[in-house]
């Protein structure tokens, strides 16, 4: 079990007038070690076990008979207490930062054996090294110049073994221990640099000056209970800002054009807050200046806790390569496009236990267009996408939660609730949104209740549908669909079409025109390949 060592806090409340100052509190310490904190699932006590080489890193798969993680069932592998290379990858024990402090590494390393021709252990903070040897004797080693390292939100400490040229030999004991101590006062109040509550004035520039000292001390943002002016967009570039509590802290942008929050660079958050527009106008040409959260290319970013009260397009927009996101616990509503939208090569992002209401385009959505390339032109099909447990409800003129180009999409556990046209959609597009393929989409486990309302549109509760390229490897497991339109299962379009299956879902009476329309692809019912509709 994790020792957690915690300082003694020091709680001073000042009242003046409208503001209360956040309380100080002393310096905290937690303590991570790698073998009481190994598990079996990636990510907890903020561990990751991995295979690397060079500066790029991927997680290895749990092996349950040998109670470690490798790449195979063989090397390299990560266990609670040792590390073995591979061949052609390092084994590596990865731990990411859970906020800003300073670490404190202790821990030796001991060689399981002085054959071979020795091991390169190395501790790198990002990509920078702080400390490597090359050990070939079963002597106990001691890194130095691993003592408090300042860290932020997302900083990865990574602990590698390389097998110098052999792996013969190279099994290596490392139970290191990461100290980690958060700064007293993480955070600085936009009041402390002129932001007024409640006054209908301008706090653009107190708030934008509190992010840039912000980013320059490590800290984060402080917004405090009560609602404060935006005149523009508001960019935060690898700053976190939180508010006092998700109803009380409100971000009021008064230009409906211009009124986004941006988020970029490295771990930018958003937490424990509302943003709202004074009025919106029509969506026109959906540009981004006119959604509500808009992340251009982050990495390690969140959106947690926060209300999203209108906007004239988007609720959330996620674009530019943004990757290892979390968007979790927020209300988003009353948008005038999607309600939460994820596009341009964006990866490995977690859209969990989110509510959706009222927006007028669909209220989740994985877009992959087709003019989302590099700069040499390669397709960045958006990917690794999971949408998990949101309640989605009252789209009222689209879809509920929809795939258009990508791959590797998880569906898993939603409720979706009076939509316009499809529960959920799969699908590619032509014309001006010219998608891209799909593939590997599942659908787990969720519930559907009066969906595909429009039974003019024909589309069905769960519909895969092809204009142009190719979908494959759809699964839809488990679902349970009621109050359906037109038809509760269906695949449609001209384009081509792959494989299609529809497992175990329960159905609860049928579309007004029947219970599916098949007119494309190998579709299979509980393992049964269906006949298409002509």
């Not at 590596?92 to 252990?121: F, N």
């Not at 949101?390 to 509920?400: D, I, K, L, P, Y």
């Not at 409720?415 to 590997?440: H, K, P």
Request: net charge negative; charged share 15%; hydrophobic share 30%.
């Amino acid at each position: 079990m994790k020792k957690r060592q915690i300082g003694i806090s020091i709680l001073s409340v000042m009242l003046l007038g409208w503001s209360q100052i956040p309380a100080h509190v002393d310096a905290a310490s937690t303590s991570y070690q790698a073998s009481s904190d190994f598990a079996t699932t990636q990510g907890q006590h903020n561990w990751h076990y991995q295979q690397g080489s060079g500066n790029t890193y991927s997680n290895l798969t749990y092996n349950t008979g040998a109670s470690r993680w490798d790449l195979n069932q063989s090397y390299p592998w990560v266990s609670a207490n040792a590390q073995h290379p591979g061949n052609t990858a390092d084994a590596v024990r990865t731990w990411i930062s859970p906020g800003t402090g300073t670490i404190t590494i202790s821990g030796s390393i001991t060689k399981g054996s002085a054959d071979g021709d020795g091991i390169q252990a190395t501790i790198k903070k990002d990509n920078t090294t702080l400390w490597t040897q090359k050990i070939t004797t079963t002597a106990d080693q001691n890194p130095t110049g691993v003592t408090q390292i300042p860290v932020v939100k997302g900083t990865q400490i990574h602990f590698m073994i390389n097998k110098v040229q052999s792996i013969s030999f190279d099994h290596t004991l490392w139970n290191p221990t990461i100290t980690y101590t958060t700064p007293d006062n993480p955070y600085l109040s936009i009041v402390d640099f002129g932001a007024i509550p409640n006054d209908s004035k301008d706090d653009y520039a107190a708030i934008t000056k509190t992010i840039t000292e912000a980013k320059k001390q490590g800290k984060e943002v402080y917004v405090p209970a009560g609602n404060f002016t935006l005149s523009q967009i508001l960019k935060v570039d690898s700053v976190a800002i939180h508010g006092e509590s998700q109803d009380s802290s409100i971000l009021t942008s008064t230009d409906p054009n211009n009124g986004s929050i941006d988020l970029s660079g490295t771990s930018p958050a958003l937490r424990k807050l509302t943003h709202t527009y004074q009025t919106t106008v029509e969506r026109g040409n959906g540009a981004n200046e006119k959604n509500s959260i808009t992340v251009h290319g982050a990495t390690n970013f969140t959106i947690d806790h926060v209300t999203v009260d209108k906007s004239s397009a988007a609720g959330m927009l996620i674009r530019g390569q943004a990757n290892q996101g979390t968007i979790t616990n927020n209300i988003v509503q009353d948008t005038g496009a999607d309600g939460i939208h994820t596009t341009d090569g964006s990866y490995n992002i977690t859209i969990a236990n989110n509510k959706v209401n009222r927006t007028l385009d669909d209220m989740i959505a994985v877009v992959s267009y087709g003019d989302d390339k590099d700069s040499s032109g390669k397709l960045l099909p958006t990917h690794d996408v999971k949408i998990l447990n949101n309640q989605v409800n009252g789209s009222t003129e689209a879809r509920g939660i929809s795939v258009v180009g990508g791959h590797d999409v998880l569906i898993e556990g939603n409720s979706i609730q009076n939509t316009y046209m499809a529960g959920i959609l799969v699908a590619t597009e032509a014309g001006d949104y010219n998608t891209q393929d799909v593939n590997q989409v599942t659908v787990n486990n969720n519930t559907l209740n009066s969906t595909a309302t429009n039974l003019g549109g024909g589309h069905p509760s769960l519909l895969v549908t092809t204009g142009p390229g190719k979908i494959d490897n759809v699964t839809f497991n488990d679902n349970t669909i009621s109050e359906a339109g037109k038809y509760v299962f269906g695949t449609l379009g001209s384009g081509t079409m792959g494989t299609i299956n529809f497992n175990r879902n329960n159905i609860i009476g049928t579309g007004k025109s029947g219970l599916y329309i098949f007119k494309n692809g190998n579709v299979f019912v509980d393992g049964e390949k269906k006949v298409l509709t002509k």
